[in-house]
């Protein structure tokens, strides 16, 4: 049977959707039909009441049995349509959700009144009235009552057909009665039918739109890949928990968790890979937390709620999870630990912010995996907030200084200034003095760092010009570079706008370009080196050694200057090795046509065994510590 026969007849299981649906419309029908019956009986009982007295007047009482006939009908379908009423009434205030109790009771109201109507029809046929009471029946219950096609097509045959029967056994009837009757099922069937159909899809477009509303929602509470909660549902659920906890101490801790070296497992194994990782991730996590919550953050990231004191417990269980599923690569799980206080106020982004602040820590340290945040992370987290807020009022205010560290000659032994490396200090009026590792990686983390470093250059320059203006020997000064400000601005071309606005010729400022700096964006940043050696400005390679590309950089990239990391000055004393590395940097340097100079140089003898290698120049706390006032070097 085709589908559209099976549909129109109503053959075949309905989704539960459609089936509340439609029991939905008939409770509501019910409603109406149930308080029309109660109207119509309760006039029925008065009109009664009212025949049997004016009978007693008349002098000719109504005899028991005839009250009792003529009322227990009107009794029984009042009481019938009572019970409906209230039942669908509850229904439809959701006090109850019983569609057994719902069907028993309009089956029931439907057979009574089919009932009343095939009585009071007979009654009315036999005195040669209208059959009107069997009509106003058999439409209420089949045209305001939704029914299956097969139960209607057998109610409405039994119905016709029995009353058909009846009143041709009292009184039998004429051709024009039968056709009459017959064209009445007719009508009544498609009636039925066509209020069947039309409900069916109702329902079905109102289930269609149900099943995309509920994947809006499941889209923006569920993480699509993992199809764990996202963050948006942490949130939500977490907020309703803290709101829940009231004035008690807070006994629960947020988790942050991070894959390490995700990134190298999506690169040999394939984003395909990586994916399947996170999801089998996410499986093992929702087990670990099957009592609590859990969600992906973000990448591979993952937040969780658990009580405190099985916080830890959880994340090594995590951990445990991602060790069975890595390939060659060695992942780890960090998970940094946030116990919200109840003082501090609860704000859940912030929670899962100060968690991943604290997983972060972490990052870099090997063999650490759990990681909590306590008293020193939040006033690092407060400063962070504070440069990221205030840094272009540091700059404008003066709070931002270049300080100065002299550099010498060394491989003549003399000791002589030859130039400052500009180095930035920020002076602030609530967190005081800060050195550069306090605000310099905020600052690279948030793009902001061009603020910094302009704000220095301009300084240097406005520095140089006035010891120029007021004749004293100048010595040029180094400036240090971040990466990111090759993509934050223009810097051969604000070099250039600096030196010409103070006049300061460009042989005064030298360009110190770290090397964790030449990892990426290789071309880019060549193109700007070249610009800067076509506008005379001196190109430095600063923490040589302190990278693993080193050597590669030598190859890449055309500097001027190499300054040599500190680290290799670090336990020079008791290792021979240092020294001869020492040696062979400088050594290569000087064939590939580079200036050398040491950092970090601390004692006479670390001085004197760079002369005696020939290194160029020094830098060095044995010099002189960086100094807001541009000092001598100390006397050899
Ligand atoms: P850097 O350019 O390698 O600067 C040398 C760092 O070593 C300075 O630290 C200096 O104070 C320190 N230092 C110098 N001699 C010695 C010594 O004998 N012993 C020891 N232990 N340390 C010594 P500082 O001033 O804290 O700067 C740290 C880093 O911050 C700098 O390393 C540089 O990479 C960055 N930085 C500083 N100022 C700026 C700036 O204006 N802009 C940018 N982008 N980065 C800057
Ligand atoms: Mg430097
Ligand atoms: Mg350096």
Redesign the pocket.
């Known amino acids: 049977m085709g589908e559209r026969l099976r549909r129109l007849w109503g053959i075949g299981k309905q989704s539960d959707y459609v089936t509340r649906f439609i029991h939905s419309s008939n409770m509501r029908a019910a409603i109406y039909m149930a308080f029309i019956v109660i109207c119509l009986e309760i006039w029925m009982v008065l009109s009664l009441a009212s025949n049997i007295m004016e009978s007693a007047a008349a002098g000719k009482p109504r005899d028991f049995m005839w009250i009792v006939n003529h009322g227990a009908w009107y009794v029984v379908l009042l009481a019938v349509a009572a019970a409906v009423l209230i039942h669908a009434i509850r229904y439809m205030r959701g006090k109850t959700f019983n569609m057994r109790v719902g069907n028993i009771l309009l089956v029931v109201f439907s057979v009574a009144c089919l009932v009343f109507g095939i009585h009071f029809g007979n009654n009315s046929y036999v005195k040669g009235d209208q059959i009107l009471a069997f009509v106003t029946m058999t439409l209420f219950v089949f045209g305001m009552l939704v029914w299956k096609p097969v139960p209607v097509f057998i109610a409405s045959i039994v119905t016709f057909g029995g009353f058909y029967l009846y009143i041709d056994h009292n009184l039998p009837a004429n051709y024009s009665l039968q056709v009459n009757l017959f064209t009445l099922w007719i009508s009544t069937v498609v009636v039925a039918l066509a209020a069947y159909n039309q409900q069916l899809s109702e329902a079905h477009k109102s289930e269609d739109i149900k099943r995309v509303n509920e994947r809006l929602r499941h889209i923006a509470s569920f993480d699509e890949l993992t199809g764990m909660p996202n963050m948006h549902s942490f949130n939500g659920a977490v907020n309703v928990l803290f709101e829940g906890i009231g004035d008690f101490d807070i006994q629960y801790s947020i988790l942050y968790m991070d894959i390490e070296h995700f990134k190298a497992y999506n690169d040999k194994h394939g984003f395909g890979a990586g994916d399947c990782l996170l999801q089998d991730m996410a499986h093992g996590l929702l087990q670990i937390f099957a009592d609590e919550m859990v969600a992906r953050f973000s990448d591979d990231h993952f937040v969780a709620i658990c009580e405190s004191r099985v916080a830890e417990e959880r994340a090594a269980a995590a951990q445990e999870v991602l060790k069975g599923l890595r390939g060659e690569v060695r992942l780890h799980l960090k998970t940094g630990i946030y116990k919200p206080k109840m003082e501090e106020g609860i704000n859940v982004s912030q929670a899962c912010d100060k968690a991943r602040y604290a997983c972060n820590e972490i990052k870099k340290r090997p063999g650490v995996f759990v990681n909590y945040f306590d008293n020193t992370l939040d006033t690092d987290v407060k400063r962070r907030q504070h440069i990221i807020n205030n840094i272009k009022r540091a700059a404008s205010e003066g709070w931002i200084k ?2 100065y ?1 002299p550099v010498v000659r060394c491989a003549d032994g003399s000791g002589e200034l030859c130039g400052y ?5 920020w002076i602030d009026p609530e967190f005081g003095f800060m ?3 306090a605000f ?1 990686e905020t600052l ?1 983390e948030f793009r902001e ?1 061009d603020k ?2 302009r704000c ?1 250059i301009e300084q240097v320059c406005m520095d140089l010009r006035a010891e120029l203006d007021a004749g004293k020997p100048v010595v040029p000064v180094s ?4 990466r990111l ?1 090759f993509e934050l601005y223009d810097v051969p071309a604000f070099l250039n706008e600096m030196s010409k606005k103070y006049d300061i010729p460009p042989t005064l400022l030298d360009v ?1 370009i ?1 090397e964790s700096a030449l990892t990426d964006k290789l071309n880019e940043l060549q193109r700007n080196m070249a610009r800067l050696r076509d506008e005379d400005y001196s190109l430095w390679l ?2 040589f050694g302190s990278g693993y590309s080193s050597l590669n950089v030598l190859k890449d990239y055309q500097f001027n200057v190499l ?1 040599i ?2 680290v290799f ?1 670090r336990g020079f004393e008791g290792n021979p090795k240092s020294k001869s590395i020492l040696k062979s940097i400088v050594d290569l340097a000087h064939q590939l046509g580079m200036i050398t100079l040491c ?4 004692t006479q003898e670390q001085f004197e065994f760079l002369a005696s290698i020939g290194c160029d120049r020094a ?4 010099f002189g ?2 100094d807001a006032e541009k000092a001598m070097p100390q006397a050899l």
């Open positions: 270049a300080y560290q490396e500009a180095l930035a200090r050195p550069p590792f310099i690279e760092i910094l470093d220095i400036l240090n570079f971040s400000d110190e770290t600063d923490d300054k990391d500190m000055l950092e970090g140089v601390e830098q060095g706390y044995f510590k960086p």
